[in-house]
């Protein structure tokens, strides 16, 4: 059923016309529904520290990972974007004919013309809607930000005919043999837009940093692998923190009417500021640098607090009241102290969201919404409705974002989103764990028969769970065919 | 100067506030200025009909190119799209501070992960703009409708903040040696988006046609030639182009208030049809093609026509009455009928849209818009105002859309647009003729050295123009270093 028949494409002339007047944006755009998809192998950290002969803790502690997700020859973008897609279809019971939009997120290039986007429209092929915008966004991890952003203001615009948005992050990831590799990851997270959203987005708050930086990239077209310059990478991601918290916030307090809840006199006083959120979620490469993240956001948080009223800064953050934030990416004293500030902040607010990045590792563009979905797994409806959520989306090269959202009040909503992710934990427990070997063996199989052609794929079929999409074949011209387990 | 102080994001509070109340979407969005770059070298298509041993009229007749643009190893999509920005930012005196969006369309890939939007940044980094939504799309030579797209959805959104989008639309296009070589090309096109814009898009209106086929597409990234199978494109391009047509006019119909002339009654009466407009646009690949479209929809609009009252069919198709559309792609006797009876359609209202495209060949993502300026070019203030576009842009694999634009009323808005424009037969004219055994001996050059790295350039920067950003440098990382022709 379309969101809105009265602007359907389908409608008579008379009510499309009507609704050109009035109030022209939807009220509550955002996310309707989710779903995630992850491989259905994956090594463990302990075993890969063991394997890697590094000290204990290295992957487990120094990076906050414990298990990472991979996938062999079987499965490419296209093939986890459609089993996501074709899954969220299913199980909220939304038509094909009833979406009008569907905008991929991706930095797993397998062709540098044709969208994966085309190839999802096998998927609508039955119902013969091909009247879909959209196509494949890209910049490194927040390609699924932009798309969601594209989304949102679809429906926000002329063009919007009351039909759903679907939105796919989704990413292999995958490291040279190396220090690196332990932050790889797969996974594949679609969304549902529209109004009557169950996770609202805030209006007017959207803040963005771009620039020009070569932190992480993918130059060598041939193979898999990104070029990472590492501390660049960890600095410009704080940096691009720094930028987006301050202009966020210097957007809230601009729109403080808008977010704040209007029967609370007291609450519209006050400033917006962190503890206005109940949820802070980030982007994770891996978590150690989210848990990083939300250490500097106190400080962060601190010197607007500072700027507003002087007294309000914490004495223990005395020595750093006139902090020069670019020269202090690299200051371990003040990390250790703000991370030990920030705990019960982090382990409240943060550590929630975190679930799936530990047990996939980092899936690129799907990350911060695999972190969502960690959060609303996390509690309970009841708990849930009405919790405000900051996000912080990254991508290198560089772009990010920060935004915010609401959780609906309406508990029939949020259920209903929620009733969809409760096969997720029964999945991550249904993985199988592969020892290193088998994990190295796997890694050298897609690096040495990365974008060959013809290539008929040789992984176990039999360890895919159902639903999954996977290559049967890929021909001389490289064209790829796909069969789904039953 | 932004366009609307009230929802600017260095407004004040309350009228910010003020600005959520009452008619969310801005007046008028649309293409409120425009540039094109172009190599400064090109390849006479009769010199390369001799050069090739082809048939005298190949090229030049068979498919109605007479110029193709093309660059050597000082240019990529990075270095032409930061020329197309700037010199677009400088002739309209736009500051870059007032600049909230920039997207790319493009499928010249040289980073699977880090978009050409974020080397752009750097010209805006002395202005210390950094909050700019936005990053690249991709699906051949789609991108740049689908980043246009969504401009004008985020100008009609909630995030829209008072000031421009940008959208840059480029390519280079080139191909292995051989039959398909002659239809390459090279250009980039720059766009402002905003309201109270001198080519007015219509609203509601935008028809979209999206499949999963392999017509064209570059599956081997270690190469920058497509894969092209010519036959089954040509037949694409027409399938979506009757897709298109049909959705676009039921669309239109179904919103004729809106797009027609409210002083007009007649007018009022009558259905929107292919005679509404005054210019018919295409995406060029080659120029031949775009006039077998015309004549496609010479036959389109009469079996529309005849489905309102049968006696406007026109009698000189009468064997086609009752023709199966999906069977008559290669009817060669029904085409040749078409374009004569479609021809002088055709002179008057596509021919002098074809300018650029005969002059540099296919520029994938930038070619519609190149078209449009040509269109643009070829008239006067006086003679434009007020006329009616009708654009279909498609893109291989495949995405293509079918939207339509007003010129403006307003002639002060019209001229200034114009204005920006009056180098682009100047420069034309000053661009240097190259045998083909030059020619052949750069693209093998670039063949070479396509994707490799460290590789310092050796084309002569003496022949680009003034204003032109060409590689100094790619470092063993893959980093580029770019100057500027002064």
């Known amino acids: 059923m379309p969101v809105n028949q009265i602007q359907n494409g389908t409608s008579s002339s008379s009510s499309a016309a009507a609704a050109t007047n009035g109030c022209k944006w939807p009220e509550n755009v955002g996310i309707i529904a989710m779903d995630i998809y992850f491989p259905s192998s994956y090594v463990d950290q302990t075993d890969l520290e063991e394997f890697n002969g590094v000290s204990k803790g290295k992957y487990t502690i120094g990076l906050g990972q414990l298990k990472m997700g991979f996938t062999d020859d079987r499965e490419d973008i296209s093939s986890i974007c459609l089993t996501v897609t074709e899954s969220l279809l299913k199980k909220y019971q939304i038509s094909p004919v009833d979406i009008g939009f569907l905008m991929i997120g991706t930095e797993t290039i397998i062709d540098k013309s044709k969208s994966i986007k085309t190839v999802l429209m096998d998927l609508f092929k039955d119902s013969g809607n091909t009247d879909i915008e959209g196509i494949h966004a890209t910049n490194a991890c927040y390609g699924g930000t932009a798309s969601l952003f594209h989304a949102i203001d679809w429906i926000e615009s002329s063009s919007w005919d009351g039909r759903y948005a679907l939105v796919v992050a989704a990413d292999i990831a995958v490291y040279a043999s190396g220090a690196a590799r332990p932050t790889g990851g797969c996974g594949a997270v679609a969304m549902l837009i529209g109004p009557n959203a169950a996770i609202v987005l805030d ?54 009417d808008e977010l704040l809840n209007h029967n609370n006199h007291s609450e519209q006083q006050s400033m917006i500021e962190l ?21 500097r956001m106190h400080l962060l948080n601190n010197l607007r607090l500072q700027a507003h009223d002087p007294s309000r800064f914490d004495t223990k953050l005395e020595k750093y009241r006139n902090v020069k934030l670019e020269e202090s990416y690299n200051d371990r004293e003040m990390e250790k102290l703000l991370l030990t500030l920030s705990s019960e902040n982090f382990n409240k607010r943060t550590d929630p969201s975190l679930m799936l990045a530990r047990e996939i590792g980092n899936m690129y563009t799907a990350s911060l919404y695999a972190c969502v979905i960690s959060f609303i797994l996390s509690d309970s409806v009841e708990n849930l409705t009405d919790k405000r959520l900051l ?76 639903g999954t999409y996977y290559i049967t074949d890929i021909n001389q011209k490289y064209h790829r065919t796909y069969s789904k387990v039953q």
Chains 1, 2 share one sequence.
């Open 203 to 256: 209006r007017k708050v959207r803040s963005t940093y771009m620039a020009n930086v070569y932190d992480f990239y993918k130059p060598d077209l041939s193979s898999e692998y990104p070029y990472v310059d590492g501390p660049l990478s960890n600095q410009c991601y704080l940096q691009a923190l720094d930028q987006c918290f301050n202009l966020y916030f210097d957007k809230a307090n601009r729109n403080r």
């Open 391 to 466: 996000l912080f989306s990254y991508g290198s090269g560089l772009a990010a974002s920060m935004f915010s959202a609401r959780v609906t009040k309406d508990k029939a909503i949020l259920s209903r989103l929620m009733k969809g992710l409760t096969d997720v934990q029964p999945r991550l427990q249904q993985r199988q764990r592969v020892p290193p070997t088998k994990f190295e063996e796997t890694l050298n199989l897609r690096e040495k028969t990365h974008n060959i052609a013809p290539y008929e794929p040789t992984g176990d079929v039999s360890s895919l769970m159902a």
């Open 275 to 295: 503890s206005h959120f109940d949820g802070i979620i980030f982007h994770a490469p891996y978590c150690k640098l989210v848990q990083k993240s939300v250490a």
